[in-house]
T-cell receptor, first 111, second 114 residues
Framework: AQSVSQHNHHVILSEAASLELGCNYSYGGTVNLFWYVQYPGQHLQLLLKYFSGDPLVKGIKGFEAEFIKSKFSFNLRKPSVQWSDTAEYFCAVNGGNDMRFGAGTRLTVKP | NAGVTQTPKFQVLKTGQSMTLQCAQDMNHEYMSWYRQDPGMGLRLIHYSVGAGITDQGEVPNGYNVSRSTTEDFPLRLLSAAPSQTSVYFC?????????????FGNGTRLTVT
């Protein structure tokens, strides 16, 4: 069955620290991969997406993600986080028609 | 540019009551869907629609009904609310159902069933 795993439930970082959030998926066919962000009290917004081509994709606000097909992974990175990055981050996979989401990782950035 | 609009933002129901969560989009999207968000479980698909008059079940459809009479509107009905339906509900749309279509989300409805 199709599934998405996010390894970290809650990550706490200080400003300027580097960020990497893990995402692994289980699906046998071709997939498209997404990261969404949900700021406190707001709806989910698309951060970045991977469809094909260069496995390193860049999104908004300095975020990037790397697709490693052999590892079924799509980890999210940011070299230097800011307090305003405090939010919940969801990895999502679409292997057919419908989007399947991971459980989310809550990121808290301390000023 | 409204995007996806959900009402109400908050709702408290007693067990057994019914209610309808409203969702409207102004982007002429074919695909609309309802998700529920629960702590530690991410978002799970309840129902979806690929166009007016066409709906189908998602991952967790029990206890919920939907209809799609117009392209713009996709209401979610709880016929007899249960405490297990306490959750945050998101409506989402995209131009088409498919792998390549990112979702546009509404602001959510926080529902508490006592």
């Amino acid at each position: 069955a199709q599934s998405v795993s996010q390894h970290n439930h809650h990550v706490i970082l200080s400003e300027a620290a580097s960020l990497e959030l893990g995402c692994n998926y289980s699906y046998g066919g071709t997939v498209n991969l997404f990261w969404y962000v949900q700021y406190p009290g707001q709806h989910l917004q698309l951060l970045l997406k991977y469809f094909s081509g260069d496995p390193l994709v860049k999104g908004i606000k300095g975020f990037e993600a790397e697709f490693i097909k052999s590892k079924f992974s799509f980890n999210l990175r940011k070299p230097s986080v800011q307090w305003s990055d405090t939010a919940e981050y969801f990895c999502a996979v679409n292997g057919g028609n419908d989007m399947r989401f991971g459980a989310g990782t809550r990121l808290t950035v301390k000023p | 540019n409204a995007g996806v609009t959900q009402t109400p933002k908050f709702q408290v129901l007693k067990t057994g009551q019914s209610m309808t969560l409203q969702c409207a989009q102004d982007m002429n999207h074919e695909y609309m869907s309802w998700y529920r968000q629960d702590p530690g479980m991410g978002l799970r698909l309840i129902h979806y629609s690929v166009g007016a008059g066409i709906t189908d079940q998602g991952e967790v459809p029990n206890g919920y009904n939907v209809s799609r009479s117009t392209t713009e509107d996709f209401p979610l009905r709880l016929l007899s609310a249960a405490p297990s339906q306490t959750s945050v509900y998101f409506c989402a749309s995209s131009y088409k159902r498919g792998q390549w279509a990112p979702l546009h989300f509404g602001n959510g409805t926080r529902l508490t069933v006592t």
